[in-house]
């Protein structure tokens, strides 16, 4: 059974870092492109980063380039989202996906 399961969110001053888990099963992880998303309140679901199954290719959207970092460690099966100079319009759900799954999402909010 697939199963991926983000944590870390939570709320945060803007200017602030977060650094979001998510810990895959049930398939082989190593495998697959990882992926992050996210979805702010009365907005479409957005790309955020994806990283290759050997960690050695990233992408990122224009809105967190130079303040993201999506990485993954496939020991642990888990992929990451180090996020820092948060902004109030990072303020979403973010959801983890790989091998056609979504996980839970975890909810980001950055204000002061």
């Known amino acids: 059974q697939v199963q991926l399961v983000e944590s870390g969110g939570g709320l945060v001053q803007p200017g602030g870092s977060l650094r979001l888990s998510c810990a895959a099963s049930?398939?082989?992880?190593?495998?697959?492109?990882m992926y992050w998303y996210r979805q702010a309140p009365g907005k479409e679901r957005e790309a955020v980063a994806s990283?290759?199954?050997?960690?050695?290719?990233?992408t990122y959207s224009d809105s967190v380039k130079g303040r993201f970092t999506i990485s993954r460690d496939n020991v642990k099966n888990t992929v990451y989202l180090q996020m820092n100079a948060l902004k109030p319009e990072d303020t979403a759900v973010y959801y983890c996906?790989?091998?056609?799954?979504w996980g839970q999402g975890t909810q980001v909010t950055v204000s002061s």
């Open positions: 996906k790989g091998f056609d799954r």
């Open positions: 049930g398939f082989t992880f190593r495998f697959y492109n």
């Open positions: 990283i290759s199954g050997a960690g050695g290719t990233t």
